[in-house]
């Protein structure tokens, strides 16, 4: 057994593709979320553990600490984007809720696990951000800003973790298309939720992300890497984005084709 990894909003996207991952890759996996039907799937399929935490419940992320008795991988995923409006049109309650789960969600778990984390012979904390903790852009403010805050919070505990054997990992994706991130963006619209992706050859899965994180964390103990920015190669930059066909494929006689001007249905 490589460990025991937890693995925070695990019931779906990039959450539920790195439990998969790193119970394939031998860990003993403690897969939370908020919603326990979602989870119990996750690990009913993946073999994981599932304990059903609401991050922002102080006294269930204690719960949560008190439930384990190892802990040498924490998966910081939790969070998400609400709202796409401009600063100054911004819903305060969704900027609270976003702070809430993606900075003090991550601060809550991090600090109830650091025992755990500390206590093995060398504990890893990866915490999924975004390309939005180190750019801005319009209508992602609230995101951005939350992202920001938890791209603070990791370079900071790696700062006041140095001298003991804790790595501190930041995974920062760009542009990844999984089934809620978008539509819980844009409440539920499914039209601009696929608008958002419409043309882009190959968005980045959450299979791609859990493979980041499964690269980083299965690195020797010695190796961290501090700051992973990972982006679909259509995506040099948020907002330089090639919308059209990209990709080699394999014809029906399994030869490569280079991407036509039609983009393949
Ligand atoms: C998701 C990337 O571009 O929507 O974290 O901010 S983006």
Redo the contacts with the bound molecule.
């Keep these: 057994m490589a460990g025991t990894a937890v693995v925070t909003g695990a019931s779906s996207g990039i959450g539920a593709a790195t439990v998969r991952r790193l119970a394939k890759d031998g860990y003993d996996v403690v897969a939370v979320a908020r919603r326990a039907d979602r989870l119990r799937e996750v690990a009913r399929e993946t073999g994981a553990r599932a304990l059903p935490v609401d991050i922002t419940d102080a006294g269930a992320v204690r719960r949560l600490a008190d439930a384990l008795d190892a802990c040498d991988v924490l998966v910081n995923n939790a969070g998400g984007?609400l709202g796409a409006e401009s600063v100054a049109t911004a819903s305060v309650d969704d900027w609270e809720r976003m702070f809430s789960v993606n900075v003090l969600g991550t601060l809550r778990v991090t600090q109830a696990l650091l025992p755990l984390l500390r206590q093995g012979a060398g504990g890893t904390v990866v915490t999924i951000t975004?390309?939005?903790a180190f750019t801005t852009?319009e209508g992602?403010g609230g995101?951005?800003a939350a992202?920001h805050a938890e791209h603070a919070l990791s370079e900071t505990l790696r700062l006041e973790l140095c001298g003991e054997p804790v790595r501190v990992i930041e995974v920062a994706?760009?542009?990844?298309k999984t089934d809620e991130?978008a539509l819980n963006?844009l409440r539920g619209d499914a039209a601009k939720a696929a608008a958002l992706y419409e043309g882009v050859d190959h968005p980045l899965t959450a299979d791609d992300v859990a493979a980041c994180v499964a690269l980083a964390v299965g690195l020797p103990q010695h190796v961290n890497i501090d700051h992973l920015v990972v982006r679909p190669l259509a995506q040099a930059a948020?907002h330089r984005l090639h919308r059209g066909p990209l990709i080699h494929r394999k014809n029906e006689h399994g030869i490569e084709e280079r991407p036509t001007r039609e983009f393949p249905a």
């Design positions: 984007a975004s390309t939005a852009y992602g995101y951005s992202k994706p760009g542009m990844v991130f963006r948020q």
